[in-house]
């Protein structure tokens, strides 16, 4: 089975500007979340999305938006970008089930650099 | 905020020797728990998944829960330098459906 996939892998972007970040989860997989991971900060939670739907939303400013199509792929937007948000982007699929046993698995990261 | 907490490292242990990772967390609920392996440069992969109370072997891994204590480690017999990673600790709480992170351990296996 293929794993998780996520495009593109480096992305250089300007202040103000904003970027969008796709993911695509294992196959059959209908959960897909979102991190941000940064040295001092560590693995973030963004969102998670399941079946099209946003059931948990971390402590983001709107900035950061998400969304999922009928097929579980996502895609993350990060409008108005800062400095700050130079990180790498993690995506993890998952079945979504409710309760214990529900594993994620990541994909390779979109590698942020925001000049 | 639900806490996760691990020691930042690095732990250093010479090669063929026994790694003990160690891992709190603050949510007294949580169900389940996992480690992950980070390479520098590259995505966490998992290593094991525990739910209950006790120990979980795989391969050269194990993994210690004890819910009381609010306590999961991971020990690693036989290390290796390919061992040699960031290992991350996560915790599904009680709410929600997000992982909670600790900020890992860093691991150095010395030939």
């Known amino acids: 089975k293929a794993g998780v996939t996520q495009t593109p892998r480096y992305l250089i972007k300007t202040r103000g500007q904003q970027v969008t970040l796709s993911c695509s989860p294992i196959?059959?997989?209908?959960?897909v979340s979102w991190y941000q991971q940064t040295p001092g900060q560590g693995l973030q939670f963004l969102f998670e999305y399941f079946s099209e739907t946003q059931r948990n939303k971390g402590n983001f400013p709107g900035r950061f938006s998400g969304r999922q199509f009928s097929n579980s792929r996502s895609e993350m937007n990060v409008s108005t970008l800062e400095l700050g948000d130079s990180a790498l982007y993690l995506c993890?699929?998952?079945?979504?089930?409710?309760?214990?046993?529900?594993?994620?698995?990541f994909g390779p990261g979109t590698r942020l650099t925001v000049l | 905020q639900k806490e996760v907490e691990q020691n930042s490292g690095p732990l250093s242990v010479p090669e063929g020797a026994i790694a003990s990772l160690n891992c709190t967390y603050s949510?007294?609920?949580?169900?389940?728990f996992f480690w992950y392996r980070q390479y520098s440069g590259k995505s966490p992969e998992l290593i094991m998944s525990?739910?209950?109370?006790g120990d979980k072997e795989d391969g050269r891994f194990t993994a210690q829960l004890n819910k009381a204590s609010q306590y999961v480690s991971l020990l690693i017999r036989d290390s290796q330098p390919s061992d040699s990673a960031t290992y991350l600790c996560a915790v599904n709480p009680s709410s929600g459906y997000a992982l909670n992170f600790g900020k890992g351990t860093s691991l150095l296996v010395t030939p």
């Open positions: 949510d007294r609920v949580s169900q389940s």
């Open positions: 525990i739910y209950s109370n």
């Open positions: 196959s059959g997989h209908r959960s």
């Open positions: 993890a699929s998952s079945l979504g089930s409710q309760g214990r046993g529900d594993t994620q698995y």
